[in-house]
Nanobody, 126 residues
């Protein structure tokens, strides 16, 4: 059973940078497509970014393109989300999630993600 634990959230000012980490355990990590999702107060959860099993393919929501970068280190069972030029509208709880996969696609849909972490809070405020 794959387990995911996010870390790295915090409070920072607009324009700042933060790197979120997602540590995986309990299963063969490179069998899984990994996505970052977020849920802001009063809003539905939305997809932020997705990375394929081998790290060769990535996707981003339009709202974060050019500012966020997803990466993974399969040797360390880790996925990262580097977030630059943060905006107040990026404030949310950020979750990593995994989908068992036999492809190298990088499309992560919330209902298909079988494993979820508990989230880490990112607050962007002046």
């Amino acid at each position: 059973q794959l387990q995911l634990v996010e870390s790295g959230g915090g409070l920072l000012q607009p324009g700042g940078s933060l790197r979120l980490s997602c540590a995986a355990s309990g299963s063969t990590f490179n069998y899984y497509r990994i996505g970052w999702f977020r849920q802001a107060p009063g809003k539905e959860r939305e997809g932020v970014s997705c990375i394929s099993r081998n790290g060769g393919n990535t996707n981003y929501a339009d709202s974060v393109k050019g500012r966020f970068t997803i990466s993974r280190d399969n040797a360390k069972n880790m996925v990262y989300l580097q977030m630059n030029n943060l905006k107040p509208e990026d404030t949310a709880v950020y979750y990593c999630a995994a989908q068992r996969d036999w492809t190298v696609q990088a499309t992560c849909q919330s209902p298909q993600m079988g494993y979820w972490g508990k989230g880490t809070l990112v607050t962007v405020s002046s």
